[in-house]
């Protein structure tokens, strides 16, 4: 048990499907975050939340879309996605954004676009 | 933005070998981090140091900060110890927002 939980752990989508992904963290941390891990590449922040806000948005394309209804829950929409897109795709949290808040992250969801 | 470059890429011991990982950083930076990858994909937070050192267990980690390096050291290596060590660094004055990841040290430890 990390204190993250992700679903599903696996995913794959046709480029016309519509999927959601899911987090939730049972530490009662305030900032939550998106990130995507593809091969060969270093961890790519896609998006931060603080106390539900989103204060950084990475140049992230349009056809994901966060959603974070309250501090513990934060989702990724995904419609119209290229195979290119296709990662492991991690969420993490942490007290706040502050420089002395370590990272926790959830087991990722993989997902494959066909 | 600030680079960050860990080496070596890869690293295959025996177990009960010990290893030292490293990372450099080009800028000063009042965040750092390391994280262990098991080949399942979950990250784990194994260190915040910034400065100084810490150690747990058979893991110990400096960081030197002025001369922009952190070691991870790991000792009596197990099995479990593989998969991909990083570290992530934000440079003074940023929060998480702007946490950088390197690409990582692939550990294999042979039984």
């Known amino acids: 048990e990390t204190g993250v939980t992700q679903t599903p752990r696996h995913l794959v989508m046709g480029m016309t499907n519509k999927k959601s992904l899911k987090c939730e963290q049972h530490?009662?941390?305030?900032?939550m975050y998106w990130y995507k891990q593809s091969a060969k590449k270093p961890l790519e922040l896609m998006f931060v939340y603080n106390f539900k806000e989103q204060t950084e948005n990475n140049s992230v394309p349009s056809r994901f879309s966060p959603e974070c209804p309250n501090s513990s829950h934060l989702f990724l929409h995904l419609h119209t996605l290229q195979p290119e897109d296709s990662a492991l795709y991690l969420c993490a949290s942490s007290q706040d954004v502050g420089a002395r808040s370590p990272l926790h992250f959830g087991n990722g969801t993989r997902l494959t676009v066909t | 933005g600030i680079q960050v470059e860990q080496s070596p890429p890869d690293l295959i011991l025996q177990e009960g070998a010990n290893s030292t990982l490293r990372c450099n950083f080009s800028?000063?930076?009042?965040?750092l981090q390391w994280f262990h990858q098991n080949p399942w994909g979950q990250l784990i937070n194994l260190f915040y140091i910034p400065s100084g050192t810490k150690q747990n267990g058979r893991l110990s980690a400096t960081t030197v900060a002025t001369e922009r390096y952190s070691l991870l050291y790991i000792s009596s290596s197990q099995t479990t110890d593989s998969g991909v060590y990083f570290c992530?660094?934000?440079?003074?004055?940023?929060?998480?927002?702007?946490?950088?990841f390197g690409t990582g040290t692939r550990l294999t430890i042979i039984p």
């Open positions: 800028d000063s930076v009042n965040n």
């Open positions: 530490l009662g941390h305030n900032a």
């Open positions: 992530a660094v934000e440079r003074s004055g940023f929060g998480n927002e702007k946490l950088t």
